[in-house]
T-cell receptor, first 115, second 118 residues
Framework: DAGVIQSPRHEVTEMGQEVTLRCKPI?????LFWYRQTMMRGLELLIY????????DSGMPEDRFSAKMPNASFSTLKIQPSEPRDSAVYFC?????????????FGSGTRLTVV | AQTVTQSQPEMSVQEAETVTLSCTYD???????LFWYKQPPSRQMILVIR??????QNATENRFSVNFQKAAKSFSLKISDSQLGDAAMYFC???????????????FGKGTKLSVKP
């Protein structure tokens, strides 16, 4: 199993540009989470999906952020337009419920820098 | 809302010694999970250990063990025989047992940076 795969690993973009972050969860996992990590705010949940359906997007900072999960093996987090304050590490994680908690598996994260 | 507090921003330990990282949490729920995650400089989040609140026995994973005090809402991590590779940020996290609605996500503390001295 290759684990949770995120791409790109690093992204540098100019303010105002559209940024798309990608995530491939572990096969068979039914939950997918997007987290953002900054020095000031730590790790905060942006949105999570269950069986490809968004369950809670209350952490999405504003309308510039959107996330999709078109199928069980792919999710995107899009920022349009990007701003310098969006600079952070974005993590994707997936998990399997199955009646008990088997723990989350995190991807390696995407470090986004908006200049 | 649940909160997780790690009161030690930084800790240091001598190689081969034992260190304990503190974590407290606040919740009105009776059933939940608690976790410790390790984040080395590579930034990969690695699950170290997990505890189910309904289990009174403290979890252990090799050199890592926890002291779970449910009444005190305390969940500390003990690392025995510390190794240079243990140097990392350590995050305590909480998750409700109920996966419904907004209860499925991990709530993280701010982290403790652990340094290991040779």
């Amino acid at each position: 199993d290759a684990g949770v795969i995120q791409s790109p690993r690093h992204e540098v973009t100019e303010m105002g540009q559209e940024v798309t972050l990608r995530c491939k969860p572990i096969s068979g996992h039914d939950y997918l989470f997007w987290y953002r990590q900054t020095m000031m705010r730590g790790l905060e949940l942006l949105i999570y999906f269950n069986n490809n359906v968004p369950i809670d997007d209350s952490g999405m900072p504003e309308d510039r952020f959107s996330a999709k999960m078109p199928n069980a093996s792919f999710s995107t987090l899009k920022i349009q337009p990007s701003e310098p304050r969006d600079s952070a590490v974005y993590f994707c994680a997936s998990s399997f419920w199955g009646g008990r908690d088997y723990g989350y598996t995190f991807g390696s994260g995407t470090r986004l820098t908006v200049v | 809302a649940q909160t997780v507090t790690q009161s030690q921003p930084e800790m240091s330990v001598q190689e081969a010694e034992t260190v304990t990282l503190s974590c407290t949490y606040d919740t009105s729920e009776s059933d939940y999970y608690l976790f410790w995650y390790k984040q080395p400089p590579s930034r990969q989040m690695i699950l170290v250990i997990r505890q189910e609140a309904y289990k009174q026995q403290n979890a252990t994973e090799n050199r890592f063990s926890v002291n779970f005090q449910k009444a005190a809402k305390s969940f500390s991590l003990k690392i025995s025989d510390s190794q240079l590779g243990d140097a990392a940020m350590y995050f305590c996290a909480y998750r409700s047992r109920n996966y419904g609605g907004s209860q499925g996500n991990l709530i993280f503390g701010k982290g403790t940076k652990l340094s290991v001295k040779p």
